[in-house]
């Protein structure tokens, strides 16, 4: 097995789940975290689709190990501490995540935790189920006049499916009542982390500026399209980057030159409701409802890495609730000629500079 992810795994005790497709592609899901961790294509040398963090198998303090994972938001509600700082909630992130099922196309993991909603002071209990299965090759079953030559390419992919129950554990706002305003909002937030170098591809409706949630520098390296937009992550700045709920496709891409005449495209593929609240706001424009798609490039200063985010409508804090939310992700490795037809007719868009 060699110096490979699983053999790391092992290696410092960590449970986890490996998802297998007939080619010999594979992802792997850390139980620690409820993440997939790395995702493969069978291609010789195949490189993952998603960044991780070496080192962080080795230390428990460490939440950021990389991947795919799940969290809560709004993040300026759930993710500031009683001082005001910024803190991951330890009982989200590892959290407590069971591995309940696992075969070698299916894997099941579950946990609960509370959180406290900041602006409310209330405390609500979150039971979360994720449901990973592997999707198979889009192109052979689907073909079309739009059918790219996919010959050259490797490919992996899989669906994962978040179910979450909402509880109100205590409350110090408002009683329950349905005709008023809720106190506050909680929803899923999926971020995807990829490695640096590679360009962002997001198509929308229409043409339209994103709205920056934070940024370091005001030359964001960005080219904005007729229907939709590139963001290039490179750089020594560190910037976050939102569309909101009408403009977004519910589809984008991430494609990273790997080497010559070889590269690689991830696409993930969500749900989106125009009429949806999305409450992630910006820190100075709190009662903004339309975050449904986010970009972040942390210009190297917390391990060098993007992420491609995503949130699911949101559920109101005052009531039990439940929401479910399910997503796909696609990932083609090869000759960079046929990876871009992918891109063309996955996202409309491909990437610049081939």
């Not at 069978?42 to 994972?69: I, Q, T, V, Y």
């Not at 349905?178 to 899923?188: D, H, I, Q, W, Y």
């Amino acid at each position: 097995m060699g110096n490979t992810l699983q053999s790391q795994l092992q290696q410092s005790g960590n449970s986890y789940a490996v998802l297998s497709n007939s080619q010999g592609g594979q992802l792997i899901i850390l139980e620690k975290g409820a993440r997939v961790l790395e995702l493969k294509t069978a291609e010789e040398a195949s490189s993952s689709a998603f960044w991780r963090d070496p080192n962080a198998l080795h230390n428990e303090n460490n939440w950021n190990s990389g991947g795919d994972r799940t969290w809560i938001s709004p993040e300026l509600e759930y993710f500031i501490d009683d001082s005001g700082s910024y803190h991951i909630p330890a009982q989200l992130d590892p959290g407590n995540w069971k591995l309940t099922q696992t075969t070698q196309s299916l894997a099941i993991a579950n946990m609960s935790c509370e959180l406290q909603h900041a602006s409310s002071s209330q405390t609500i209990q979150v039971n979360l189920e994720k449901r990973f299965t592997l999707l198979p090759n889009p192109f052979p079953r689907n073909s079309s006049a739009l059918t790219p030559d996919s010959s050259s390419v490797s490919y992996i992919g899989y669906e994962v499916r978040t179910d979450m129950n909402l509880t109100p554990v205590s409350s110090n706002s408002k009683p329950m009542d349905r005709t008023a305003s809720p106190s506050g909002f909680c929803n899923l937030w999926s971020i995807m982390q990829v490695p640096p170098g590679g360009q962002i591809i997001a198509p929308t409706y229409g043409s339209i500026r994103p709205l920056t949630m934070f940024s370091q520098t005001e030359n964001i390296d960005m080219e904005l399209l007729p229907n939709g937009l590139r963001l290039h992550c490179e750089g020594q700045s560190s910037f976050k980057l939102s569309i909101d709920a009408l403009s977004s496709t519910g589809r984008f891409g991430y494609s990273r030159v790997l080497a010559d005449k070889k590269s690689s495209l991830v696409v993930r593929q969500f749900s989106v409701n125009p009429s949806g609240v999305y409450p992630d706001y910006p820190s100075n424009r709190k009662n903004y409802l339309g975050s449904c798609m986010q970009f972040y490039f942390d210009g190297g200063q917390l391990g060098h890495f993007a992420e491609l985010e995503y949130h699911s409508p949101a559920l109101s804090i005052d009531r039990p609730g439940h929401m479910t939310d399910t997503s796909q992700v696609f990932y083609f490795e090869g000759l960079t000629s046929a990876v871009q037809d992918i891109a063309r007719v996955m996202l409309g868009i491909c990437s610049s500079g081939t």
